[in-house]
């Protein structure tokens, strides 16, 4: 998904490309080759896996504070 915000272009993380990076980390790739493959900067892909990790791990399902 293609986002316009004040002249920039952005590229928002879809549900598949959570599940991606779920299924990547399961199997030992690395955040930096995660975000190469998928075509976005590695603090992006950082950032996500932050925020929707828990003590178990990343959870592609988890919700963010911003849609509670």
């Known amino acids: 998904i293609l986002r316009v915000e004040m002249g920039k272009c952005f590229n928002q993380i879809t549900r598949e490309d959570r599940i991606v990076i779920s299924h990547l ?3 030992g790739v690395s955040k930096p080759k995660i975000a ?3 075509n976005f900067h590695r603090s992006t ?3 996500k896996i932050e925020r929707r990790s828990n003590r ?3 959870r592609s399902f988890l919700t963010t ?3 509670l």
């Open 36 to 38: 190469e493959q998928l």
């Open 25 to 27: 980390l399961k199997i």
């Open 56 to 58: 178990l791990g990343y």
């Open 45 to 47: 892909i950082y950032r």
């Open 65 to 67: 504070r911003s849609w």
